[in-house]
């Protein structure tokens, strides 16, 4: 294969690899130049045309490829009004020409992951894979015509989708806020809920890359790469699809892409990766739990020497983490009867949303684990009051109403905040978990309107830049925050620490010449200080969110910058809210 990303410490950078593909392609895979692409206007044309025009270019070795996965916008073309491509272009333009900052997501922060001027010259060369350009005859999609296209092109080229993404270095979700013709939305949040989409991207990060990032494309004005723990939350099995049909298809997929990827790791002896993608294989391809294994099953399967060396291991993946992600309460009783630490820390695993100083209690109450493992680990005299070195507690990431349940019975605290970050437990429900999950916090008496520390935010406007993106239930959310009196004028008041970090982003936003060409790490702190839950939504382009927080009485007032939503909204590229925000304003 070609060049592709390889995480480094300060960026990303292009190195050769050379793996057997796991995937056919039973279609050649044709691309289009991003040179080509940049200087091409309005609606796409389809494959046959760019064809015809000599547009198209078959893949080899040695391209720089570029996998743009998206949401068709009706059902015969994927973009009748040219939307989605016009954001393509800018972004293009504005990645190449550095204006674009692409770093890491604000809650992996600060893992200072950025494109160097290397990966921006590999893509200003690149080529570019978009299915209506390179798969022949695609037309909407009905029940019954995949066993009649099965010998045509079009189902070749279809079927060989997981080999294409394979060959891509680079994997593009071009998400923006749009309109499909139907009148529904269409943004990151119903990207994510597609199943056809999270086969595309389950293929990618189950691939033979060294590096599977995902960056997500929000506007022409704002990308950054993908949190790492999305894609095992968000399943294959539990995704929408057109045609119900597919799910059968896509999961089988699903399951080769993964056993082959574990057979890669344990025949490479990466035995993290391998004992973390075995524990978490039954929830990932929706099967069965089945029973708890004994103890010669588990060290065989998780290649554990003996029951000394699963509780004395050093690496990442222990044997305690190893019982915990496959939700063994048994083994994990097992273990620590043997001396197993249940007040363990983890460590090594940040690229898979698990930061290091995290406790085993964390790690079980984050991956969403039965709540009758979180009581077993309580039982062994797990530590509920533990915190990580930036503040968080296992309250702050409960997935599950159950969840509250347990944590209350062993007195957990579900109020004071995380330091020094000054955030709730609320607000991490708000952000990461359940509406089911929130509502139990909020009857427990969580306060939808805590004292402003560290980072100054509550749960309405972390709901709105950390949730609204992602989440196909932020609305609801909302409506339930403002029913227990969730304030939707209260402002964002950054304190200690914070308050210095945002006045050292608006020195440099002053030097450098505005926030114009920064990241949004960069922009979300200059516009925090005085940023109100209608702020925040424009900030993210959410008009629904807009819409709830207007007609609750929201005001239209700046932020401590001077920046009304209209503009950051404008700042941000979402012009999708401008007509909204000024009806309001006038």
Same mark, same amino acid.
């Given at each position: 294969?070609?060049?592709?990303f390889?995480?480094?410490?300060?960026?990303v950078?292009?190195?050769?690899?050379?793996?057997?593909?796991?995937?056919?392609?039973?279609?050649?895979?044709y +691309?289009?130049?991003?040179?080509?692409?940049?200087?091409?206007?309005?609606?796409?044309?389809?494959?046959?045309?760019?064809?015809?025009?000599?547009?198209?270019h078959?893949?080899h070795?040695?391209?720089?490829?570029?996998?743009?996965?998206?949401?068709?916008?009706?059902?015969?073309?994927? &973009?009748?009004?040219?939307?989605?491509?016009?954001?393509?272009?800018?972004?293009?333009?504005?990645?190449i020409?550095?204006q674009?900052?692409?770093?890491?997501?604000?809650?992996?922060?600060p893992?200072?992951?950025?494109?160097?001027?290397r *990966?921006r010259?590999?893509?200003?060369?690149?080529?570019?894979?978009?299915?209506?350009?390179?798969?022949?005859?695609?037309?909407?999609?009905?029940?019954?015509?995949?066993?009649?296209?099965?010998?045509?092109?079009?189902?070749?080229?279809?079927?060989?989708?997981?080999?294409?993404?394979?060959?891509?270095?680079?994997?593009?979700a071009?998400?923006?806020?749009?309109?499909?013709?139907n009148?529904?939305p269409?943004?990151?949040? $119903?990207?994510?809920s597609?199943? /056809?989409?999270?086969?595309?991207?389950?293929?990618?990060?189950l691939?033979?890359?060294?590096?599977?990032?995902?960056?997500?494309?929000?506007?022409?004005?704002?990308a950054?790469?993908?949190?790492?723990?999305? /894609?095992?939350?968000? $399943?294959?099995?539990?995704?929408?699809?057109t045609?119900?049909?597919?799910?059968?298809?896509?999961m089988?997929?699903?399951?080769?892409a993964?056993?082959?990827?574990?057979? +890669?790791?344990?025949?490479?002896?990466?035995?993290?990766?391998?004992?973390y993608?075995?524990?978490h294989?039954?929830?990932?391809?929706?099967? *069965?739990?089945? #029973?708890?294994?004994?103890?010669?099953?588990?060290?065989?399967?998780?290649?554990? &020497?003996s029951?000394? *060396? =699963?509780?004395? @291991?050093?690496?990442?993946?222990t044997?305690?983490?190893?019982?915990?992600?496959?939700?063994?309460?048994?083994?994990v009783?097992?273990?620590?009867?043997?001396?197993?630490?249940?007040?363990?820390?983890?460590?090594?695993?940040?690229?898979?949303?698990?930061?290091?100083?995290? $406790?085993?209690?964390?790690?079980?109450?984050?991956?969403?684990?039965?709540?009758?493992?979180?009581?077993?680990?309580?039982?062994?005299?797990?530590d509920?009051h533990?915190?990580?070195r930036?503040?968080?507690?296992?309250?702050?990431?409960?997935?599950?109403? @159950? #969840?509250?349940?347990?944590?209350?019975?062993?007195?957990?605290?579900?109020?004071? @905040?995380?330091?020094?970050?000054?955030?709730?437990?609320?607000?991490?429900?708000?952000?990461?978990?359940?509406?089911?999950?929130?509502?139990?916090?909020?009857?427990?008496?969580? &306060?939808?309107?805590?004292?402003?520390?560290?980072?100054?935010?509550?749960?309405?406007?972390?709901?709105?830049?950390?949730?609204?993106?992602?989440?196909?239930?932020?609305?609801?959310? =909302?409506?339930? +925050?403002?029913?227990?009196?969730?304030?939707?004028?209260?402002?964002?008041?950054?304190? &200690?620490?914070?308050?210095?970090?945002v006045?050292a982003?608006?020195?440099?936003?002053?030097?450098?010449?505005?926030l114009?060409?920064?990241?949004i790490?960069?922009?979300l702190?200059?516009?925090?200080?005085g940023? $109100?839950?209608?702020?925040?939504?424009?900030?993210?382009?959410?008009?629904?969110?807009?819409?709830?927080?207007?007609?609750? *009485?929201?005001?239209?007032?700046p932020?401590?910058?001077?920046?009304?939503?209209?503009?950051?909204?404008?700042l941000?590229?979402?012009?999708?809210? +401008? @007509?909204?925000?000024?009806?309001?304003?006038?």
């Amino acid at each position: 294969m070609g060049a592709h990303f390889a995480l480094c410490s300060q960026h990303v950078a292009v190195e050769p690899l050379h793996v057997e593909p796991i995937h056919q392609r039973l279609y050649p895979m044709y +691309l289009v130049k991003v040179s080509d692409l940049l200087q091409m206007r309005g609606a796409p044309e389809p494959h046959e045309k760019l064809k015809m025009q000599g547009v198209l270019h078959e893949w080899h070795p040695g391209m720089f490829t570029i996998f743009v996965s998206h949401q068709w916008l009706s059902a015969s073309h994927p &973009d009748p009004d040219g939307k989605q491509l016009a954001v393509l272009r800018e972004a293009f333009e504005r990645i190449i020409t550095k204006q674009l900052q692409v770093e890491e997501d604000l809650v992996s922060f600060p893992v200072f992951k950025s494109l160097s001027k290397r *990966d921006r010259d590999a893509i200003a060369g690149g080529f570019v894979f978009f299915d209506w350009f390179a798969i022949p005859q695609l037309t909407a999609r009905v029940a019954g015509i995949n066993e009649d296209l099965q010998r045509s092109d079009a189902a070749k080229a279809v079927q060989s989708i997981p080999g294409y993404v394979e060959a891509a270095d680079l994997f593009l979700a071009l998400v923006p806020e749009t309109l499909h013709s139907n009148g529904s939305p269409c943004n990151y949040a $119903t990207w994510l809920s597609r199943g /056809w989409c999270r086969a595309e991207w389950w293929c990618h990060l189950l691939s033979n890359k060294m590096d599977p990032s995902v960056i997500i494309i929000y506007s022409a004005k704002e990308a950054e790469f993908m949190f790492p723990l999305n /894609w095992q939350q968000h $399943t294959v099995s539990t995704g929408h699809f057109t045609v119900e049909s597919d799910r059968e298809v896509v999961m089988k997929l699903s399951e080769k892409a993964l056993e082959n990827k574990m057979q +890669l790791l344990h025949r490479t002896g990466d035995l993290r990766m391998y004992r973390y993608l075995l524990a978490h294989r039954p929830r990932l391809l929706a099967q *069965d739990l089945g #029973h708890s294994r004994d103890m010669k099953e588990f060290l065989i399967d998780f290649c554990f &020497d003996s029951l000394e *060396d =699963a509780v004395k @291991e050093q690496t990442p993946m222990t044997g305690m983490l190893c019982a915990i992600f496959a939700g063994d309460v048994q083994m994990v009783q097992r273990l620590v009867e043997c001396r197993a630490d249940v007040n363990a820390r983890m460590k090594g695993l940040n690229h898979l949303g698990y930061s290091d100083t995290q $406790t085993l209690l964390i790690a079980a109450t984050k991956s969403n684990q039965k709540a009758e493992l979180l009581q077993a680990l309580i039982d062994l005299k797990g530590d509920v009051h533990a915190r990580t070195r930036v503040g968080l507690n296992c309250s702050f990431v409960v997935r599950s109403a @159950e #969840h509250v349940e347990v944590l209350l019975r062993a007195r957990a605290d579900l109020l004071s @905040e995380c330091l020094p970050m000054g955030l709730t437990p609320l607000t991490g429900a708000v952000v990461w978990s359940t509406h089911e999950t929130v509502l139990a916090m909020l009857e427990a008496r969580c &306060d939808p309107n805590p004292p402003h520390r560290g980072v100054g935010y509550g749960p309405l406007l972390g709901l709105t830049f950390l949730r609204a993106r992602m989440s196909l239930d932020s609305a609801q959310l =909302a409506m339930t +925050l403002l029913r227990f009196r969730a304030d939707v004028n209260a402002k964002a008041t950054p304190a &200690d620490s914070f308050r210095f970090i945002v006045k050292a982003a608006n020195l440099h936003a002053a030097i450098m010449g505005g926030l114009e060409d920064s990241s949004i790490l960069k922009r979300l702190l200059v516009s925090l200080p005085g940023l $109100t839950p209608l702020g925040g939504a424009a900030f993210v382009g959410n008009e629904a969110l807009a819409k709830i927080f207007l007609q609750h *009485d929201a005001e239209i007032t700046p932020n401590d910058h001077g920046e009304l939503p209209e503009d950051l909204a404008r700042l941000n590229g979402h012009v999708n809210l +401008l @007509e909204l925000l000024q009806t309001f304003t006038v």
